[in-house]
């Protein structure tokens, strides 16, 4: 009678809170307790007992956070050996609060897996209302959750506390969940169990950002000289031009700080220096090694507090590897002194070497295949078939034979022996999916079979066929936006996106005439040179397609320009139109002004038109022009 008489009283405390009425609860409960009515549609009057996902769909979300599990083992079976004797149990859920990894006493799984503290539980705010690792997702904090402050009564005798793991990126990876079935009254009692979970997530990132960024710069930091060398409290990776690469959730909050900016969007802070945080050049991180006493290592950050400060040098590759690495000019041939192109290409460098399914964003036209074949022969299926398939080109009518194949007389007009699909042409090597955004929802479950299986089952064939590959997609689409309007399957994207890659469009990347030139010498059948000017346009387009229509726009002008050098009038009329576009304001100066300046420069250069062009750094066309529009000549001068 007293169980049901508290779970009234809590249910009733419940809607009195989802009603406005104050209530003595920490404000992050009360929140949480309006979001699971207002935004969840969740009733405290309908008890649920805990949610545990199909096996199928477990093993979808433990392959997601693989990586980081193996980084975390250590760190949770320590952390377990000091909390089993006082009937805790761990979690490890993923960003949506599904369960991928458990610790707990099995003398007790029967009452465990009844309450949701087992394997595959999943402990999201809108599947469970109120609760340590939901309300850790929603709030990005760590939080307590105790007995009666969980919003359904089914689990009010549970104690859970939960801290978020965030990814050197700076998004949400994880939560790890201490819970206990039973647990004293006083809310107070689980400050140790916050402290000890904190502690550990803290290791965790920091274990995560060591592994990663190995081959970079790592500043670690702390507030106490005594703990810098064996505890810091935060770290960050840094490349060799200074930029900020990876970090940890404490530094994420401190560069945040300094900045006085938001850390919810750390996509703010990765690529910013490092010296527009801390008095400290990118050449000055070694002066901060164990060489010099911790005391001694204190810089300052921009808003003036002190760290101690440990800068940990690029770990060298055995030499084995590194002549495996440096030796493939794969990806060098890709871009020439652009920092974005650079961090991508180290990337993409370390990613070729393992198996991981890579998807590769990016504009229409931007480069995805490029970067594919260069990840193609950097890898160790470079000895295999590089299989590219563009999924938005291949008739809908066709795409699955063709991508199967099909089987002896599958249907009417097929060969007497069957074809052989592209997927198993890629057997042994990788398989390239351009525009995979646009494969038709029906193909998209054929092909999570071939992933998931490392089968493929031709059109009409009873018997399917092993396939060993590497699978990269590409897309110019927001693939999620995709997944939430139920046009590409969740369960593909994540069996596809083990990795992704960014690649910049054309317009925002430094080096676009090195790439013009590349381009040039590709398809010029002489010596060319770009002009001046045109070196001028191409640095200021917008190139809306990219280096697609590069390339068409350098081939156009090959095929116009008759001298040695590319010149504004060889290009497409629309990109001259940009050029006319780009002088309106040169257009509406004095023309006496303009005239006497090209006048100028024209006496002193003795009337030559060539040394004229080139001290006003233009081409001849240039100056032949300006000399038309001022109506100048040897024996005329402007009144």
Not at 38 to 61: F, G, M
């Amino acid at each position: 009678m007293a169980v049901v008489n508290r779970v009234s009283d809590h249910i009733q405390e419940v809607q009195r809170v989802a009603e406005g009425i104050a209530s003595e609860r920490d404000a992050a409960i009360a929140q949480s307790w309006l979001r699971c009515v207002s935004d969840y549609q969740l009733d405290p009057l309908v008890l649920q007992e805990a949610y545990i996902v199909p096996h199928s769909e477990l093993k979808e979300h433990q392959e997601r956070l693989d990586k980081l599990l193996n980084t975390a083992r250590y760190g949770l079976n320590t952390l377990y050996r000091q909390i089993a004797q006082h009937g805790y149990v761990i979690l490890l859920t993923d960003a949506d609060g599904v369960t991928v990894d458990f610790q707990g006493d099995r003398a007790t799984t029967w009452e465990l897996r009844k309450s949701g503290l087992f394997l595959g539980a999943e402990w999201s705010e809108a599947r469970a209302g109120t609760c340590g690792v939901g309300s850790c997702i929603y709030t990005g904090e760590a939080i307590t959750v105790h007995q009666t402050d969980h919003f359904d009564a089914t689990h009010a005798p549970l104690s859970c506390t939960a801290a978020p793991i965030y990814d050197v990126d700076g998004s949400l990876a994880a939560v790890l969940d201490i819970s206990a079935l039973q647990s004293p009254e006083p809310k107070s009692g689980q400050a140790l169990a916050l402290s000890l979970v904190q502690s550990c997530t803290r290791r965790i990132e920091m274990a995560a950002l060591m592994n990663t960024f190995r081959r970079d710069w790592i500043v670690r930091l702390s507030q106490s000289p005594a703990f810098l060398d064996v505890d810091p409290e935060c770290a960050i990776a840094v490349n060799s031009s200074g930029e900020i690469i990876g970090m940890t959730h404490s530094a994420q909050r401190l560069l945040a700080h300094i900045h006085h900016t938001d850390w919810r969007n750390p996509s703010v802070l990765l690529g910013s220096l490092l010296s527009e945080y801390f008095h400290l050049h990118i050449n000055e991180l070694p002066t901060l090694s164990r060489a010099l006493p911790t005391e001694e290592r204190l810089i300052s950050t921009r808003s003036g507090e002190l760290w101690f400060a440990h800068a940990l040098a690029p770990q060298q590759l055995p030499l084995g590897r590194r002549k495996r690495r440096v030796s493939s000019e794969a990806f060098a041939c890709l871009y020439q002194g652009d920092r974005a192109m650079e961090r991508l290409a180290q990337q993409a460098s370390q990613l070729s070497l393992s198996s991981l399914p890579l998807l590769l964003t990016g504009e229409t036209g931007s480069g995805k295949e490029y970067l594919a074949r260069a990840i193609h022969q950097s890898s160790p299926q470079k000895n295999g078939t590089f299989v590219a398939i563009n999924c938005a080109a291949i008739p809908e009518s066709l795409i699955e034979s063709e991508l199967f194949g099909y089987a002896d007389g599958a249907f009417t007009g097929a060969r007497g022996k069957g074809k052989k699909g592209l997927i198993e042409q890629a057997d042994g090597g990788t398989l390239f999916l351009d525009e995979i955004g646009d494969m038709p929802l029906s193909l998209q479950a054929r092909l999570l079979r071939v992933l998931a299986e490392s089968e493929v089952l031709p059109v009409g064939a009873t018997k399917a066929i092993p396939v060993s590959l590497r699978v990269l997609a590409a897309t110019h689409q927001d693939l999620s936006l995709g997944v939430q309007n139920g046009r590409f399957r969740e369960d593909l994207f994540y069996r596809i996106s083990g990795a992704r890659l960014a690649i910049p469009p054309l317009r925002a990347r430094k080096d676009i005439v090195w790439l013009a030139t590349k381009l040039v010498e590709k398809s010029a059948s002489k010596p060319m040179v770009l002009s001046a000017s045109v070196q001028h346009l191409f640095n200021t387009y917008s190139w809306p397609g990219n280096i697609r229509e590069l390339d068409n726009t350098i081939r156009f002008a090959l095929a116009f320009c008759l001298g040695s050098e590319i010149l504004p009038e060889h290009l497409p009329e629309d990109i001259q139109g940009w050029l006319t576009r780009g002088s309106v304001a040169e257009n509406r100066c004095d023309s006496a002004c303009v005239a006497g300046d090209i006048l100028s420069t024209l006496e002193t250069c003795h009337w030559n038109i060539s040394e004229t062009a080139r001290v006003l750094g233009v081409d001849r066309s240039t100056v032949h022009r300006r000399i038309k529009k001022a109506g100048l000549s040897r024996h005329y001068r402007p009144s």
